[in-house]
Nanobody
């Protein structure tokens, strides 16, 4: 199995940028399609972005398309989420997730097998 630890969250103003990281350990990172989800207070955990094992394919929720970029560095066992033009509605706890298998366009929480503990992102208006 794989262990995931997110970092890089914090407080940012509307329109600002932030980069989240997710460090993986355990089994080979490159074996797993990866994703970012987020959860606002009192709401369900929602899909944000996903990436294939080899970084050749990415997929985004409509709400972040054009503003967020998911990427990975398999040599460093790290997943990233670059967030630009941040809005107050982006405020949430952000989680990275890994799934076994090949398909990476998976947007449901139950499709993922391993999760990090989350990192808080707060966007002030």
């Amino acid at each position: 199995q794989v262990q995931l630890v997110e970092s890089g969250g914090g407080l940012v103003q509307t329109g600002g940028s932030m980069r989240l990281s997710c460090a993986a350990s355990g089994r080979t990172f490159s074996e797993y399609p990866m994703a970012w989800f987020r959860q606002a207070p009192g709401k369900e955990r929602d899909f944000v972005a996903a990436i294939s094992k080899s970084d050749s394919g990415t997929y985004y929720a409509d709400s972040v398309k054009g503003r967020f970029t998911i990427s990975r560095d398999n040599a460093k066992n790290t997943l990233y989420l670059q967030m630009n033009s941040l809005k107050p509605e982006d405020t949430a706890v952000y989680f990275c997730a890994a799934r076994t298998g090949t398909l990476y366009i998976k947007t449901v929480v139950g499709d993922y097998d391993y999760w990090g503990q989350g990192t808080q992102v707060t966007v002030s208006s």
